[in-house]
């Protein structure tokens, strides 16, 4: 049973820094991209960035040079550093992986940036 759980959500001021975890359980998660979404409210969730399972990375250009995704296949967590974060960054962040065809979701984690 694929399982993945967010941590490190929370509320931080403009300019501020934030690091996102998600733990995976139930694959073989060496092996899989993983990726990071948001939902803002009102609006559709969309990607942030990916990872492949040997560190290839991709960003939205939204948060390009502010965030950086890693992953630690030891311990099977991926994690998102968010550096300076705008009110905008302010959504429901989402860890999300394939696996048999089927999309895999987090419970997501709250991040509110106060101007």
């Known amino acids: 049973q694929v399982r993945l759980v967010e941590s490190g959500g929370g509320l931080v001021q403009a300019g501020g820094s934030l690091r996102l975890a998600c733990a995976a359980s139930?694959?073989?998660?060496?092996?899989?991209?993983m990726y990071w979404h948001r939902q803002a409210p009102g609006k559709q969730r969309e990607l942030v960035a990916n990872?492949?399972?040997?560190?290839?990375?991709d960003y939205s250009d939204d948060v390009k040079g502010r965030f950086t995704i890693s992953r630690d296949n030891v311990y099977w967590r991926v994690y998102l550093q968010m550096n300076s974060l705008k009110p905008e960054d302010t959504a429901v962040y989402y860890c999300?992986?394939?696996?048999?065809?089927?999309?895999?979701w987090g419970q997501g984690t709250q991040v509110t940036v106060s101007s």
């Open positions: 990872i492949s399972g040997s560190g290839n990375t």
């Open positions: 999300n992986t394939k696996h048999r065809g089927n999309n895999y």
């Open positions: 139930g694959i073989n998660f060496r092996l899989y991209t």
